[in-house]
């Protein structure tokens, strides 16, 4: 495993697209934060400041989901997943020290772009109102974004494992992010609206960043994320029974 996980690193550390890709997903979660701190007209005491200035985190996944489709898809377009698995013969092994260095660059990640947004709603809120995390929920909601990006990272490499097409893979993590919550919205019916919310991986899995109005939301926070690892944790075990299975 040490001589993999190694490997992945490796590959990782001293490709310029993983790089640019984290960074982006930093620059993009504190950029869209900052905005709707800048432009926040609440007022309200009830007002959840906290996941205001996380708001970012919605558009961050993007480049995460990205960066994991390609750790293994672009190995497959480029025909060097055939010189990893020759050098890794167990790929349950190759799968694992992927997921595992992903889950370590993808943490890191988060937690800067998660202290960044929470910096500048502090700083860009009226009246400083974004709330210091010291609280039992405004921890959770400041932690739990990062374990959310971590998952979708997770999730996105076992829907690439699956697919083994960077084009196909971003296009079905993307969609499943991003156009079912759209669709959710489309339903007239509230229970079915409802239900869509609960398990869709990303609107369950934000309920993370609530600290307000909790009997409100459509699933509880830390049910939410629960879906997000749910959905990983199939993808991955998708991905991993087809690697096996499958020729190179």
């Given at each position: 495993?040490?001589?993999?996980?190694?490997?992945?690193?490796?590959?990782?550390?001293?490709?310029?697209?993983?790089?640019?890709?984290?960074?982006?997903?930093?620059?993009?979660?504190?950029?869209?934060?900052?905005?709707?701190?800048?432009?926040?007209?609440?007022?309200?005491?009830?007002?959840?400041?906290?996941?205001?200035?996380?708001?970012?985190?919605?558009?961050?996944?993007?480049?995460?989901a990205i960066?994991?489709?390609l750790v293994?898809?672009?190995?497959?377009?480029?025909?060097?997943?055939?010189?990893?698995?020759?050098?890794?013969?167990?790929?349950?092994?190759?799968?694992?020290?992927?997921?595992?260095?992903?889950?370590?660059?993808?943490?890191?990640?988060?937690?800067?772009?998660?202290?960044?947004?929470?910096?500048?709603?502090?700083?860009?809120?009226?009246?400083?109102?974004?709330?210091?995390?010291?609280?039992?929920?405004?921890?959770?909601?400041?932690?739990?974004?990062?374990?959310?990006?971590?998952?979708?990272?997770?999730?996105?490499?076992?829907?690439?494992?699956?697919?083994?097409?960077?084009?196909?893979?971003?296009?079905?993590?993307?969609?499943?992010?991003?156009?079912?919550?759209?669709?959710?919205?489309?339903?007239?019916?509230?229970h079915w609206?409802?239900?869509?919310?609960?398990?869709?991986?990303?609107?369950?899995?934000?309920?993370?960043?609530?600290?307000?109005?909790?009997?409100?939301?459509?699933?509880?926070?830390?049910?939410?994320?629960?879906?997000?690892?749910?959905?990983?944790?199939?993808?991955?075990?998708?991905?991993?029974?087809?690697?096996?299975?499958?020729?190179?």
């Open positions: 495993m040490r001589p993999a996980l190694h490997a992945e690193w490796t590959k990782l550390r001293t490709v310029a697209g993983p790089s640019w890709l984290l960074l982006g997903a930093i620059a993009a979660t504190v950029a869209l934060s900052a905005g709707a701190a800048s432009v926040a007209t609440c007022t309200s005491t009830g007002c959840d400041t906290t996941r205001l200035t996380l708001i970012g985190v919605d558009l961050g996944q993007a480049p995460v960066l994991a489709v293994i898809s672009g190995e497959y377009g480029s025909g060097m997943i055939r010189t990893t698995l020759a050098a890794v013969p167990r790929r349950t092994t190759v799968l694992a020290a992927k997921a595992v260095a992903l889950t370590g660059v993808v943490a890191v990640t988060g937690t800067v772009a998660v202290l960044g947004s929470s910096l500048a709603g502090r700083l860009l809120l009226p009246g400083h109102r974004a709330v210091s995390p010291v609280d039992g929920p405004t921890l959770r909601a400041v932690v739990g974004p990062v374990l959310y990006l971590v998952l979708i990272a997770l999730f996105s490499l076992g829907v690439a494992t699956a697919v083994r097409d960077s084009g196909t893979g971003i296009g079905v993590v993307l969609g499943l992010l991003y156009i079912v919550p759209i669709v959710s919205q489309t339903i007239g019916d509230p609206q409802r239900l869509l919310r609960q398990i869709a991986p990303m609107s369950a899995g934000l309920t993370i960043q609530a600290t307000t109005d909790l009997r409100g939301l459509p699933i509880g926070p830390w049910a939410g994320l629960g879906v997000t690892a749910g959905w990983a944790v199939a993808a991955l075990s998708a991905g991993s029974l087809l690697l096996r299975r499958r020729d190179a």
